[in-house]
């Protein structure tokens, strides 16, 4: 059974950084999609963030592209989302989710990822 273990958030300060983890279990690294995404109160669940671990290719929305950057540790089975220049839209619960469908490589930023973590809360005062 796969699980996925988020931390790292908190609150922070518009313009501060925050650095989220993700370590995975009961699957074999490798080979996997593996994505970041994010739901504010009454809003859909956004992709922030995806990687390919067997190859690392990475994907990002233009809502965060040039301030997030998604990395992974292998030898840890854990995935990163470092988040700078934060801004007040930027807070939501963020969700760590892992898909054995690799999608060639192209992970994809829809929610449609077959195991899901508890989600770590963001928060970004102005």
């Known amino acids: 059974q796969v699980q996925l273990v988020e931390s790292g958030g908190g609150s922070v300060q518009a313009g501060g950084s925050l650095r989220l983890s993700c370590t995975a279990s009961g699957y074999t690294y490798s080979g996997a999609c593996m994505a970041w995404f994010r739901q504010a109160p009454g809003k859909e669940r956004e992709g922030v963030a995806s990687i390919y671990t067997g190859g690392g290719a990475t994907y990002y929305p233009d809502s965060v592209a040039g301030r997030f950057t998604i990395s992974q540790d292998s030898a840890k089975n854990t995935v990163y989302l470092q988040m700078n220049s934060l801004k007040p839209e930027d807070t939501a619960m963020y969700y760590c989710?892992?898909?054995?469908?690799?999608?060639?490589?192209?992970?994809?930023?829809?929610?449609?990822?077959?195991?899901w973590g508890q989600g770590t809360q963001v928060t970004v005062s102005s």
């Open positions: 989710a892992l898909d054995p469908t690799n999608w060639l490589g192209h992970c994809p930023l829809r929610p449609n990822y077959a195991n």
